[in-house]
């Protein structure tokens, strides 16, 4: 079984501003993959960032990267150059490598960029 | 690019009633996921299909069954519906296995389902 944890609830920071949200998970799995989601009021689900267990690079995607820490179980996203756009719900999610499992999910970051 | 299509958008039923719920899945995508997101809640896995098996299964209630079909949408059933199984619905699918394991889960724009 997968956990995955997210503990802050909620963050606010002002345009242009850098943020990270952090996030911890729990696997007995060897081959694992680690995502962040966005839901912005629309309620869509869009897909931010992949990283492999197995790469040691960190993953980047334009304003977005990750911090992974395998041995520490951390995957923080950073945000940088905010953008009032980035206002939404933030998950993470984790699923083994096995092919068609599902997602587990944290509870989510209320990420609300100030302008 | 075209996405994931879920049908129907929004949808009212009474408790005890049935429902269901289609996902046209990304064109050559061949792996279905459904998912439950109750009010203020993170989304929970429910079952998964892959070249119309059966795949995964997570937390999905006896009351609700899923199927994939050989254009490889899927549908939910969910019978004797309860007030507690308002929620958004939503559908993901991926890319062919012989693409590797780590195909990123596409969602569609769900379904919100009301039961009064």
């Known amino acids: 079984a997968q956990t995955v944890t997210q503990s802050q609830p909620e963050m606010s920071v002002q345009e242009a501003e850098t943020v990270t949200l952090s996030c911890t998970y729990d696997?007995?799995?060897?081959?694992?993959?680690l995502f962040w989601y966005k839901q912005p009021p629309s309620r869509q689900m869009i897909l931010v960032i992949r990283?492999?267990?197995?790469?040691?690079q960190n993953a980047t995607e334009n304003r977005f990267s990750v911090n992974f820490q395998k041995a520490a179980k951390s995957f923080s996203l950073k945000i940088s150059d905010s953008q009032l756009g980035d206002t939404a719900m933030y998950f993470c999610?984790?699923?083994?490598?096995?092919?068609?499992?599902?997602?587990?999910f944290g509870k989510g970051t209320h990420l609300i960029i100030q302008p | 690019a075209a996405g994931v299509i879920q049908s129907p958008r929004h949808l009212i039923k009474e408790k005890r009633e049935t429902a269901t719920l289609k996902c046209y899945p990304i064109?050559?995508?061949?792996?279905v996921y459904w998912y439950q997101q109750g009010p203020g809640q993170d989304p929970q896995f429910l079952i998964s299909?892959?070249?119309?098996?059966?795949?995964d299964k997570g937390s999905i209630p006896d009351r609700f069954s899923a199927q994939q079909f050989s254009d490889y949408h899927s549908e939910l059933n969910m019978s004797s519906l309860e007030l507690g199984d308002s929620a958004l619905y939503f559908c993901?699918?991926?890319?062919?296995?012989?693409?590797?394991?780590?195909?990123?889960?596409?969602f569609g724009p769900g379904t919100r389902l009301t039961v009064t």
């Open positions: 993901a699918s991926s890319s062919p296995r012989r693409m590797g394991s780590r195909a990123e889960q596409y």
């Open positions: 999610a984790s699923r083994s490598g096995g092919g068609a499992d599902g997602l587990t």
């Open positions: 064109p050559r995508h061949d792996t």
């Open positions: 299909f892959y070249e119309k098996m059966q795949s």
């Open positions: 990283q492999e267990a197995y790469k040691q």
């Open positions: 696997t007995s799995e060897s081959n694992y993959y």
